[in-house]
């Protein structure tokens, strides 16, 4: 709503704009010394650069950023979308892992000239068709968003994971599911788990599809049950919920009641570490005396729990300066070399997952 004046009249004018012209004026210069002063071009002295810069940012001069994006044929907008989100499309800064790949992907674009538009996931082509997008994101697309196929036959540049691989006008960031599970899971067993659960959410997205194969075929490998209690929902109450369904085993459903106990657990569904930590202690289980924990999870308050809780980070902060960064390339030096980086992960070890004398509070090298 429009203020009106302290005078009770008519509201008043913006202030005009403040142009090339006015900035030369004020700092003694020329307007096109300035101009090269400002874009980082000439042969300026330090001093000159310095008192041109100094001069637009005191007086508040901004670009013409249509004149810009005219020149350089981009409008400088990237467009970004969460895939898994589609039901509940804002809902996703509720995840640390969203929340920091969000925050790190629009810091690194600005620092490349490029601002970042938020597109709600399951976006219809008319709510982006309009919008000068250089580039969409789209972080961990479902298997039956349309979105990527729309932006694609837009001639869109698409920048997702590894399920666009081979698609012309796409390109990839991700990390090796597989073996991140695999390290997880062989961790847990050096520390003598035998009983493994895996909780994980009931989603198409390729990392949740690869995590489950990658548990199927490492059970299968070591003649061992495979355990797996599917996440309906996101959130910590629902994986809760799942946390609490896997560590409920009777063992009246198992003629060796020992060996219907879980002794591990892998959460790859994202939670809260402390609240994972109090369901297993209200089902009895001492962690990790009686449960070896693994979450993966970007949560800070992990190392601050009791105890401190291992956590398998998929580094959303690489990911996003990889992906930008071929991002960059594409659009403005049309590389056409790998379509497509694989960022390792990081398993950091803690108290939670730790039985014999290992140290604790070690980070494991990326895989």
């Not at 009249?9 to 403040?18: A, E, I, K, Y």
């Not at 991700?174 to 062989?186: E, F, N, Q």
């Not at 924990?293 to 300066?321: F, G, K, N, Q, Y």
Request: aromatic share 4%.
């Amino acid at each position: 709503m429009t203020e009106a004046s302290p005078q009770g009249g008519q509201p008043s004018p913006p202030l005009p704009r403040v142009r090339l012209v006015d900035v030369a004026r004020e700092a003694g210069l020329s307007k096109t010394t300035v101009s090269a002063a400002l874009n980082g071009t000439g042969r300026l002295s330090p001093e000159v650069r310095e008192r041109a810069r100094e001069t637009a940012r005191r007086m508040g001069y901004r670009p013409n950023a249509t004149a810009r994006r005219l020149r350089a044929g981009r409008a400088r907008l990237i467009g970004y979308v969460v895939g898994e989100f589609a039901d509940a499309p804002w809902t996703f800064p509720e995840s640390p892992y969203l929340a920091r790949l969000t925050a790190a992907t629009a810091a690194t674009s600005l620092r490349r000239g490029y601002a970042m538009v938020l597109l709600p996931a399951g976006s219809l082509q008319s709510e982006w068709a309009d919008l000068s997008l250089d580039a969409v994101v789209v972080a961990d697309p479902v298997a039956d968003d349309p979105i990527v196929e729309d932006l694609l036959a837009a001639r869109i540049p698409v920048f997702s994971d590894r399920s666009v691989e081979g698609r012309p006008g796409a390109y990839w960031v991700d990390v090796d599911a597989g073996a991140a599970v695999r390290g997880a899971l062989d961790h847990l067993r050096d520390q003598g788990a035998r009983r493994p659960v895996l909780v994980v959410p009931d989603s198409t997205t390729r990392f949740h599809s690869e995590v489950y194969a990658a548990h199927r075929t490492w059970c299968a490998a070591r003649d061992l049950p495979e355990r797996v209690v599917r996440v309906d929902g996101s959130g910590n109450g629902p994986v809760v919920r799942a946390v609490e369904r896997a560590l409920a085993a009777d063992p009246a459903d198992d003629p060796a009641a020992d060996q219907a106990r879980p002794d591990a657990l892998l959460v790859v569904a994202e939670a809260s570490p402390p609240l994972v930590l109090d369901a297993a202690r209200r089902l009895g289980y001492e962690v990790p005396g009686d449960l070896l924990l693994v979450c993966v999870s970007e949560d800070v308050t992990a190392e601050h729990a009791d105890p401190p809780v291992t956590t398998l980070s998929l580094r959303p902060e690489a990911i996003a300066e990889a992906g930008i960064g071929m991002l960059v390339a594409v659009l403005e030096d049309g590389d056409q070399g790998a379509a497509g980086v694989l960022v390792p992960t990081r398993l950091d070890v803690r108290a939670s997952s730790v039985r014999s004398a290992q140290p604790e509070y070690t980070s494991r090298p990326p895989t």
